[in-house]
């Protein structure tokens, strides 16, 4: 047989041509799927590491691109950070840690859930995890000022002033436009007695938006302590202005009006107070008071009671205990006086109620209080 010679085809020209093709398509089609496939995993993964690295270099915008298209191919990743979002916006906080958590199990490196996760820790009182999470988002994202001012926030809560502060001024040094660090900065120094600081940071944060109605709050908390209550209600007043439905605003406006025995305005403050947050702990204590100072003190008993139900911080309830005790010894009850005002001084844990151990005292020795 001559070697050339090709053996003939049992397929016509035209269908062995045609067949050939259909092969050659159906390998094609076959790598593409599998090069896709391959695409689809990985890209979403790298898409987010793209997203984190924009985003520590303060390309926000480009972050999040990068973000939404790794969303667009990892459709579970898409459906539990939604649903960590959402739960957020509704605070539903127990499921925002779910579906946070569920974000995170996905992909580890998607630094916008640990933010809502610590979020939603934050507002669980789980202030530990809190932490870990605000602190996870800036390891992942160096320039993250929304954790920054949140564990400052956290930090706040606990009392850990110094840290705060360290977190806030952070956020100010990354962005000196970001109105919250200048107003959590500005409470902090207001908490630690540094009322100057605070009317500084307080009118920074108003410099940037004079429509910032936590700013004069803050003002009106920094003058109050120093006080000077005329300015205090001014800047309490504006704060009400531009947001009405703030519990805190009518409890602290309400403050300062018992301060100046202006008990008739606190009153109604306080009622205000608890009409729009009927478990504000803080307005029951100041309420009884002020009936406490009217010498209605089956009242002031009550909503002492009433706060100590909805008290879950120890250095609140620690108060509560002393001034509860307080009024009993003005009504001369010094079994009950001695008993909450023993409770008082064993949950003062900062020291910070020597009063409170020399009404014990008196109480003891059946001294009346005044």
């Known amino acids: 047989m001559n070697p050339e010679n090709k053996p003939e085809s049992l397929l016509p020209s035209w269908l062995e041509a045609q067949t050939e093709r259909f092969v050659r398509r159906i390998g094609t089609f076959a790598i593409s799927v599998f090069f896709v496939y391959m695409v689809l995993s990985l890209s979403s993964a790298t898409l987010i590491r793209i997203g984190n690295a924009q985003s520590s270099k303060g390309n926000e915008k480009l972050g999040t691109i990068s973000y939404n298209l790794a969303l667009e191919f990892k459709s579970s990743l898409k459906k539990a950070v939604r649903q960590c979002y959402n739960d957020s916006e509704k605070q539903q906080y127990d499921l925002a840690v779910e579906h946070c958590s569920k974000t995170i199990q996905i992909n580890p490196y998607f630094a916008p859930a640990y933010a809502y996760r610590g ?41 850990k002033y110094d840290l705060a ?57 920094a003058f109050s302590k120093q006080e000077d209550y005329d300015f205090a209600l001014t800047n309490y007043n504006k704060a009400i202005e531009l947001n009405s439905k703030q519990s805190i605003m009518y409890l602290s406006r309400g403050i300062v009006y018992a301060m100046q025995k202006n008990y008739e305005s606190a009153m109604t403050d306080f009622n205000k107070a608890l009409e729009l947050n009927p478990n504000d702990m803080d307005a029951y204590v100041w ?56 409770q008082g001084v064993k949950l003062d844990s900062t020291s910070e109620l020597d009063w409170c151990k020399s009404a014990l005292e008196n109480a003891r020795q059946g001294i009346p209080a005044p």
């Open 287 to 342: 309420r009884g008071n002020a009936f406490a100072d009217l010498k209605k003190f089956p009242q002031a008993l009550t909503d002492y009671r009433k706060a100590l139900d909805l008290s879950t911080y120890s250095k609140q309830t620690a108060y509560t205990y002393c001034v509860q005790g307080v009024t009993y010894a003005k009504m001369n009850d010094f079994d009950a006086a001695i008993a909450s005002l023993e």
């Open 165 to 221: 502060i360290a977190d806030f001024t952070k956020s100010i040094e990354i962005n000196p436009k970001e109105q919250q660090a200048w107003l959590g900065r500005g409470l902090t120094y207001s908490y630690q007695g540094k009322n100057d600081l605070a009317i500084a940071d307080c009118n920074k944060a108003l410099e940037l938006d004079n429509k910032y109605w936590n700013a004069y709050f803050c003002l009106g908390q």
């Open 119 to 159: 979020l939603a820790y934050w507002k669980l009182q789980q202030y530990d995890h809190a932490i870990a999470n605000f602190t996870r988002d800036i390891e992942l994202i160096p320039v993250a000022t929304r954790s920054y001012i949140n564990r400052g926030n956290v930090y706040m809560d606990l009392a």
